[in-house]
């Protein structure tokens, strides 16, 4: 491990909120607005970090500590994620599997902090995001399988770090379909349209904007900060998937996996402003769709 | 050995002194003591067994035809010794404290629990078909006296006699499967049997027989019927132990059968793979459709041998495809959880009986609340919820990464079942392990967080420092194995080189010693990231309450959109939060809703009650034993209560065999 590694999650840590800004900003441009600054949330977080906070009668500990849970396992989640040749500072065999329980945990918190408050609406969307994220689970593992089959099983680093020109003359097809998979999978874990509207704090509909409904001041700054290094996570997974980092010369490597960050926001951003959101009964569908794809994927490839 | 023995013997000892006391409220404290020392006499040979050599078996005389009392500690014995021996002292005390406020005289169930923990222990060593037979069936009678203590409510009679039924139906099994195998070696004594030569026919129908035997002290789907029924009747310190240790003795019987059948089929390991992501992923959906907590827990057991199944699973076809590194982390994987599921669930049903005793209510939807007034039960729920989902820091996250990097390890596009199998594991591991969560989420939030929703809840209080004190260390060992991952790893080795078939020095040599090493590897990384993550969490929490003004706090209500007096009625319930999951698996659910809408200007008052009766229950073993039923009624005129043609009936059965043995001789 060589020091220089760890400028990878340093950088994510400091840009992070960043790429929240630039996908409002594509969305105001759509809507024909001027739209807030692209550093709003760095802003925001600077502002709620000086508040005090209020807590519900109802709650105990447990919203208390929930923020700085999720917090942690998204920090330790983003030293995980190499910038294609480049190694990500903690990467061994099966890093992955372990990436995805840390959202995981940072789940199982949020939704505890939820039900503290005893409130029906938390209730709600708490109950919503452990269906929405059962099915997706799946889903992130068998594109991972592809991965897998694809280059052989070691950590992450070493698995991104062989796709290349040839890598998408060969299997393209693969890419392709495991990229949308786990497009889809962005879009579910960070509660974007069309499966949740981050804009809507009071429908019935919501799902994980209404879990954080009773949080205020430094825990707020928490849990946006930690929403913003979760859409790094997902945004850099796919970028390092689509990419051919393999085929660049080195120095080319480190700006193009950033151009490639904001372009994913840029469509994150494009998607929210010409999709609907879906009735909430059919996101399992496309939850499971987005599983088949990388399934099809696998078939493609053992037939291949 | 000896030592083991002894301390096998000790509690049998102290429990048969208490019967003559066993009005007496020093009963249960005696009887708990002699687990204590007998436990702690047994741990020196488990461990120097799991370190070092293993000590030669013990032979004593029996004059039983076909019987020896042989015992013998292997790698695989000492390594599920370590569960009881961790989790029935602890159990012991929990249940003196626990079982105070009953009036009638608790000896003899202090008894039954000691004998349940002697027989345990002895099942896992013994060395001979007859002699485990023996001690299978005392198993089940001692723990079926525990299940029906309550034996006033006829719930719970029901729940004993669905007991008493399917462990016969198990034994029914077994005795076959002892019977045929016995006969192709000429011999009862396992070291016999595991030298006798079977035809791949005879194999499988022993295996299918083990499944079946085994399976249904397990828990393996459809045979789990008795779980949800005699978890919740039993007291919780019974539970902790019958669904934390004693179903794993028959994963070890499993285990210990196959070493004796020679060579896996890869078809072995395919049904496994099946029991088990049948199991994993129906347990949890049933649990998650449950109201009563301990039923919830039992239905996860079922769930977690899946998981248990499908690490064995991927162990035979490992070695069935002649992949030692599948072979090895599959194996080790199971074996692991086995331990890891032990410490965790006996950790919820200890929890939960103390939410039992402190509330008098197990259903989820009357409490609420629970953490203000039962800080200890409550930290030590949610250690073991994070656990039991897989969730890292925590150790069952380590069993299931062994079973991860088994299936993806394994994978070679050159053949196809590798990559099904990995389909598989890592998609029936990653969904179940998304529906445990979503479980434990309902369990943890409904019961612990919120506000109480009736007076039951209202008025808790925090349990007596003796059943805090072992759910506590139980929370400990949750941390501590996951933090202290390669060396509980190391520890899985000589159990995996006893089912693999090879030497415990053969490990640490090719082929078997690169993948030790990478999984060392991937768990030191994963230790480090456990440890970062307790320490990051630490430092924010310090670095949150040192913010300009991160001390202050207000209170206020819950911001219900507006509306200003919510109620706890108002509280979204287990039901409610369940219910899109539970949707989706409605057809293998079968969940009945009762009620009707409220309807109307002015409303009449209404209810609405879902029920999720177990569907192997009502629609496979109901029509089934009904059927055998109607066949036998009519024997049922030879039982008619006259002793005297009894007689008769017994001395004809003697001439019978008389004549069959005579007759034979000529």
Request: with cysteine.
């Amino acid at each position: 491990m060589n020091t220089m590694h760890w400028v990878l999650p340093l950088v994510g840590w400091v840009l992070a909120p960043l790429m929240l800004g630039i996908i409002n900003r594509v969305k105001a441009l759509f809507a024909g607005r001027r739209g807030p600054s692209v550093w709003q949330l760095y802003y925001d977080l600077f502002k709620l970090l000086q508040k005090a906070s209020v807590y519900s009668r109802s709650t105990s500990t447990v919203i208390r500590v929930g923020p700085s849970v999720v917090l942690a396992c998204m920090v330790l989640a983003t030293t995980m994620l190499p910038w294609g040749e480049w190694q990500a500072p903690v990467t061994f065999l099966g890093d992955i599997i372990l990436l995805a329980y840390l959202l995981g945990l940072a789940r199982f918190a949020t939704v505890l902090a939820a039900l503290d408050t005893g409130s029906s609406f938390e209730g709600m969307g708490a109950s919503r995001e452990v269906q929405f994220a059962a099915l997706a689970e799946p889903s992130f593992f068998l594109g991972m399988l592809v991965l897998v089959l694809h280059f052989g099983f070691s950590g992450l680093s070493e698995m991104v770090s062989e796709i290349s020109f040839e890598t998408w003359q060969t299997s393209g097809v693969l890419l392709i379909l495991v990229g949308c998979s786990w497009f889809v999978l962005l879009l579910t874990e960070n509660s974007r349209i069309p499966v949740d509207d981050p804009n809507t704090h009071l429908e019935l509909t919501m799902i994980h904007e209404v879990m954080v409904l009773d949080y205020s001041g430094p825990d707020l700054a928490f849990i946006l900060y930690a929403a913003s290094l979760k859409m790094w996570i997902f945004a850099a997974l796919v970028v390092n998937l689509v990419v051919p980092m393999h085929s660049l010369v080195p120095w080319l490597q480190a700006p193009t996996f950033l151009l490639g960050m904001v372009l994913v926001m840029v469509l994150v951003g494009v998607v929210e402003s010409i999709l609907a959101r879906l009735r909430l009964l059919q996101i399992p569908k496309v939850l499971v769709g987005s599983a088949l794809l990388s399934l099809v994927a696998l078939i493609v490839r053992l037939m291949g | 050995m000896e030592a083991f023995i002894l301390g096998c013997l000790v509690p049998i000892v102290l429990g048969v002194c208490v019967l003559p006391i066993r009005r007496s409220k020093a009963a249960p404290w005696i009887a708990a003591f002699g687990v204590w020392v007998g436990c702690g006499i047994a741990a020196v040979p488990v461990i120097s067994t799991l370190a070092g050599p293993v000590s030669p078996a013990l032979q004593i005389a029996w004059s039983m035809p076909g019987g020896s009392l042989t015992f013998g500690l292997d790698g695989l014995s000492a390594f599920f010794c370590l569960p009881i021996l961790l989790v029935a002292p602890l159990a012991a005390l929990y249940g003196c404290t626990y079982m105070a406020r009953e009036k009638k005289p608790l000896g003899s169930a202090s008894f039954f629990y000691n004998v349940l923990i002697a027989s345990m222990l002895l099942l896992l060593t013994a060395r001979n078909g007859l002699l485990f037979l023996v001690i299978w069936e005392i198993m089940a009678i001692s723990s079926f006296f525990l299940v029906v203590f309550d034996d006033e409510h006829a719930h719970v009679r029901q729940a004993g006699w669905t007991y008493l039924v399917a462990a016969h139906i198990g034994t029914g099994a077994l005795l076959v499967l002892f019977a045929l195998l016995g006969k192709q070696a000429n011999s009862l004594d396992f070291d016999l049997m595991a030298k006798a030569a079977l035809s791949p026919t005879m194999a499988t129908i022993l295996f299918v027989l083990a499944v079946i035997g085994f399976g249904t002290k397990a828990g393996f789907i459809p045979l789990h019927v008795w779980l949800p029924e005699a978890h919740p009747a039993a007291p919780s310190h019974v539970s902790a132990l019958m669904s934390g240790v004693m179903i794993k003795t028959g994963i070890y019987g499993l285990l210990r059968i196959l070493t004796l059948l020679g060579n896996p089929s890869a078809a072995w390991g395919w049904m496994l793979v099946i029991i088990g992501l049948v199991s994993g992923i129906l347990g949890v959906a049933f649990a998650l459709a449950q109201h009563d907590l301990k039923r919830l827990l039992a239905y996860h057991s079922v769930e977690n041998i899946g998981i248990i199944a499908l690490g064995i699973g991927a162990g035979l076809l490992g070695l069935a495809w002649d992949q030692p590194a599948l072979a090895m982390l599959g194996f080790g994987g199971g074996i692991l959880h086995v331990l890891n599921h032990a410490v965790f669930k006996s950790l919820l049903f200890l929890g939960a009986g103390a939410v039992v005793h402190s509330t008098g209510t197990r259903d989820i939807d009357h409490l609420g609340g629970l953490i203000k007034s039962m800080r200890w039960t409550a930290v030590t729920f949610v250690i073991a919820s994070a656990a039991i989902s897989g969730l890292p820091p925590f150790n069952g996250f380590v069993s299931e990464f062994l079973i991860y990097l088994a299936a993806l390890g394994g994978v070679r596009s050159e053949a196809p079942g590798t990559v099904i199998l990995a389909i598989a594991v890592a998609g029936g591991l990653a969904l179940i392990g998304g529906l445990a969560a979503a479980c434990f989420a309902k369990a943890f939030g409904v019961v612990f967080l919120g506000e109480p929703r009736s007076s039951h809840a209202t008025h808790a209080e925090e349990v007596g420092a003796a059943m805090r004190w072992p759910m506590v260390v139980l929370a400990a060992a949750c941390l501590g194995i996951g933090l202290l991952a390669p060396a509980v790893v190391k520890m899985v080795l000589p159990a995996v080189s006893v089912v693999c078939g090879v030497p415990v020095g053969a490990l640490k040599e090719a082929p078997y010693a690169v993948t030790t090493d990478l999984a060392m590897g991937s768990l030191t990384g994963i230790v480090y990231v456990s440890a970062s993550l307790l320490v990051l969490v630490i430092c924010l929490l310090l670095i949150r309450r040192h913010l300009p003004r991160g001390k202050e706090e207000a209170a206020t209500g819950t911001w219900d959109c507006g509306y200003a007096r919510p109620t706890a009625r108002m509280e979204y319930t287990a039901s409610s939060f369940a219910q899109p999951l539970t949707d989706l698996f409605r057809i293998f659910l079968g969940t009945r809703k009762h009620g009707t809408a409220p309807n109307g200007f002015f409303p009449q008052p209404t209810i609405f009650e879902t029920q999720t009766p177990d569907a192997a229950r009502e629609y496979l073993f109901a029509p089934l034993f009904r059927l055998i039923d109607r066949f036998l009624s009519p024997m049922r005129r030879m039982q008619h209560g006259r002793i005297h043609e009894y007689l008769l009936y017994i001395a004809l059965v003697l001439v019978l065999l008389l004549i069959w043995k005579a007759g034979g001789a000529q």
